[in-house]
Structure formats: C-alpha cells, structure tokens
C-alpha cells in the first residue's frame, strides 16, 4: 500500500519567515495531494490541494509543489504569521479503486511573533 | 456551511465499559470514516463505510466495531473499553469522487480510567 513520510515533525519559525513542509508517497499511482491543517482543539481543515497534472498551485501566502518523478511534494508557506501556528497533515490518494487517503505523521508548525 | 458533528467532545468511561462515539455529516456524503489521532503517529484509520451498512476495516480496527444505518450517520463502537484506547477520536466524510477532500468533526477525546 501507499506509504507517506513528512518532515520535518516540528518547525520553529520567527514571524515573517518563510515554513516549507516535505512528504514523499511511494505508490506512483497517487494522484491527489491534499494539505490539512488542524489547529488546537479542532479537525483537521483542507488548505491547499494537487493533483498530479499540475506541478504547483499558490493560495495567497501558501503554496505547494509538486515532483511526480521523485514523489514528493511540499508545502511552502510565506510570511508567516502566529495564526499559522498548528499541526499540518499531508496526504495522498490513490488513483485507483480506493478513496482512502494516507496521511504523514504530521508537523506542528510553531510561528513565533 | 458543512458540517461534521461528533456526539462529544470529551468523554470519559471505565475499562470494561461499552462506548458509542457517534458521528452526523449534512453533505450527503457517501464515505464516512473514523481515525484515531495519538502524539507521533498523526491519523490511523480505524474504520471506512462507502455506503449504508457497509464498512471496511482501516489500520487499526482491533478493538473497535462500526455502525452505519442511515447515510449520515457512521457510529463507532468499543465492546469493552481499554485503557490503550485513550486517545483522541476523529470522524470525516467525503464524496465518492476520486480526489476527494475529507471534511473533519471537531473529535471527540475519549479517556479510558
């Protein structure tokens, strides 16, 4: 089965600085790569999605990339602010039969003002 | 605006106890899942239904049983609660499109004493 790894766990940023977030999927045939962010207290929230015929996609401050040769994709978020602070979650679905995505362990993203 | 709503957001029972979590979405979605969410080991899947009275087991369904009657309806059940079984417990659903964005409940944290 698909299997997802995110880095880095924990992230500690200054306010204004720039966050970037990497996962790798090993079934080539994922074809949707969704980006969650749960804050305290809360369920997990769509922010940004790809799917594998677009190499980038940019929402604002957030972007995410993109590397269906090397399976990965990540997650860059501009001047950041302390509203970022949270737990970011990646994911990859396959393209076949299922609907299940898998997701990374997760990156608790602290942004200090 | 949608919504995915858990029965409680805290919760605490004895081992031994039987437990229902209990989840309602209003979108109409076919699939509906429950995750277990623990420090580190981000979201596991304990259970997926696609369509009334059908489940699937995910990752960890040890331990765990499901119900779903109506469409927007998927409960989750613990026979005899467990002290490992603390943890906090997240219900999502989603459309049968492929590619499709999971929306969240709030979770509900359940400690087993």
């Known amino acids: 089965g698909e299997n997802v790894e995110q880095h880095p766990s924990t992230l500690s940023v200054q306010e204004g600085d720039s966050a970037v977030i990497k996962c790798t999927y090993s079934?080539?045939?994922?074809?949707?790569f969704p980006w969650y962010k749960q804050e305290l207290g809360k369920g997990p929230q769509l922010i940004i999605d790809i799917r594998s015929n677009v190499g980038e996609k940019k929402d604002q401050r957030i972007a995410v990339t993109l590397n269906k040769t090397a399976k990965h994709f990540s997650l860059h978020i501009t001047e950041t602010q302390p509203e970022d602070s949270a737990v970011y979650f990646c994911a990859a679905s396959p393209a076949g039969g299922s609907y299940i995505p898998t997701f990374g362990r997760g990156t608790s993203l602290i942004v200090h003002p | 605006d949608v919504k995915v709503t858990q029965s409680s957001r805290y919760l605490v029972k004895r081992t031994g106890e039987k437990v229902f979590l209990e989840c309602v979405q209003d979108m109409d979605h076919e699939n509906m899942f429950w995750y277990r969410q623990d420090p580190g080991l981000g979201l596991r899947l304990i259970y997926f239904s696609y369509d009334v009275k059908m489940k699937e087991k995910g990752d960890i369904p040890e331990g765990y049983s499901v119900s779903r009657e109506k469409k927007e309806r998927f409960s989750l059940i613990l026979e005899s609660a467990s002290t490992n079984q603390t943890s906090m417990y997240l219900c999502?659903?989603?459309?049968?499109?492929?590619?499709?964005?999971?929306?969240f409940g709030p979770g509900t944290r359940l400690t087993v004493t």
């Open positions: 999502a659903s989603s459309s049968h499109r492929r590619g499709s964005e999971q929306y």
């Open positions: 079934d080539s045939a994922s074809n949707y």
